[in-house]
């Protein structure tokens, strides 16, 4: 019994040793977090009480992670809000791409990046 108290000891020492040499696995996607999920459904959620959203569906794929925006379920999506983090030092790691593939605003920081999507207030004279 001593003997494989001490094995099992033993193994699990170097499995210990093992998993501290190893670098850490990468993540198998790319996700939002909880804070960017916030800014970006703080918008949506203002643009659906103006009546100008419906539907949204978010993608956690390998290489980004996609916040797509849509007037109808059915339609191709109004706009899409995207994170990759392989452009995070050169143009930023977000960006807002309109329906038909263009870039409206990219850049590092998500809340200035979602000013785009915020509907100007216009001046109402009587």
């Known amino acids: 019994m001593a003997e494989s108290e001490e094995e099992i000891s033993g193994s699990g020492a170097q499995l210990v040793a093992?998993?501290?040499?190893?670098?850490a696995a990468a993540p198998r996607y790319v996700a939002f977090d909880r804070h960017?999920?916030?800014l970006i459904?703080?918008?949506?959620?203002?643009?659906?009480?103006?009546g100008e959203w419906r539907d949204y569906a978010i993608d956690h794929l390998?290489?980004?992670?996609?916040?797509?925006?849509?007037r109808r379920t059915a339609e191709m999506p109004l706009f899409r809000v995207e994170k990759d983090p392989a452009l995070a030092r050169r143009q930023g790691t977000y960006s807002v791409i309109a329906?038909?593939?263009y870039i409206m605003k990219r850049g590092h920081d998500l809340r200035q990046v979602l000013t785009v999507l915020e509907k100007q207030?216009?001046?109402?004279?009587p």
């Open 41 to 50: 459904l703080r918008v949506y959620g203002r643009m659906v009480a103006a």
């Open 62 to 70: 390998k290489d980004r992670a996609v916040f797509s925006i849509f």
């Open 99 to 101: 329906a038909g593939g």
């Open 36 to 38: 960017e999920l916030n």
């Open 18 to 23: 093992l998993a501290a040499a190893r670098p």
């Open 121 to 125: 207030l216009k001046l109402v004279e």
